[in-house]
């Protein structure tokens, strides 16, 4: 069964805290999303990866093929940053099929 | 703007009662799929479409049909909702899967509510 894993499930920092947060997939794949959801309900797409390193302002997403791992890094956080956190991954094989984490809810504490 | 449009935001409705949950991207994308999102199982894909008159199923299509007669559209149809559609339903769309322009851009959800 294809599946995708995220940890921790919740996090606390205090602001200008370094955070990570890890997604594990169970088997190749295509393509891999990191989403953040707002405390309003909305998401956003902030990466994705197929290979590599990007980096967007103090936002680091990474992903090791071979260990089947993808790590979204928040350098110098802030209580804006406050929200879900979410991996998705689009399977190899063909399909265009999304499998999403169960997220990651941060707070980050003045 | 380039945006994802749901209509309605909110819906409450009676067990069998036919509704359709409209969803329109201004962008050209040829990708557009459905999702629900449920406490404690996150978000799990309903249906997809790569292209107009070309859709299939996600891992929990029961229940729902879709269409894709026009790029900018897909329609979610609910031909006799139960209880247990009663969900967070979010559109998304984006350039073709595989491409590295592959960003998903989602609708604002829709919030339903089936007595």
């Known amino acids: 069964k294809n599946e995708v894993e995220q940890s921790p499930q919740n996090l606390t920092a205090q602001e200008g805290e370094f955070i990570t947060i890890n997604c594990s997939y169970s088997?190749?794949?295509?393509?891999l999303h990191w989403l953040q959801q707002h405390p309003g309900g909305g998401i956003v797409s902030l990466f994705m990866?197929?290979?590599g390193k990007k980096k967007h302002g103090r936002l680091i997403a990474t992903i090791n093929i071979q260990e089947k791992h993808s790590s979204l890094h928040i350098t110098a956080s802030h209580p804006r940053d406050s929200a879900v956190y979410i991996c998705?991954?689009?399977?190899?094989?063909?399909?265009?099929?999304?499998?999403f984490g169960t997220g990651t809810k941060l707070q980050v504490i003045p | 703007e380039a945006q994802v449009t749901q209509n309605p935001r909110y819906l409450i409705t009676v067990t069998g009662k036919k509704l359709t949950v409209t969803c329109s991207q201004n962008?050209?994308?040829?990708?557009m799929s459905w999702y629900r999102q449920d406490p404690g199982l996150g978000l799990r894909q309903i249906y997809y479409?790569?292209?107009?008159?070309?859709?299939d199923k996600g891992d929990v299509p029961e229940g729902y049909k879709v269409s894709r007669k026009e790029k900018r559209n897909f329609p979610l149809i609910l031909e006799s909702p139960s209880p247990n559609q009663t969900s967070l339903y979010f559109c998304?769309?984006?350039?073709?899967?595989?491409?590295?322009?592959?960003?998903?851009?989602f609708g604002p959800g829709t919030r339903l509510l089936v007595l």
């Open positions: 998705a991954v689009r399977f190899s094989g063909g399909y265009q099929k999304v499998t």
């Open positions: 088997v190749g794949i295509s393509a």
């Open positions: 479409s790569m292209n107009v008159e070309v859709t």
């Open positions: 990866l197929s290979s």
């Open positions: 962008m050209n994308h040829e990708y």
């Open positions: 998304a769309s984006s350039p073709l899967a595989g491409g590295p322009r592959e960003t998903q851009y």
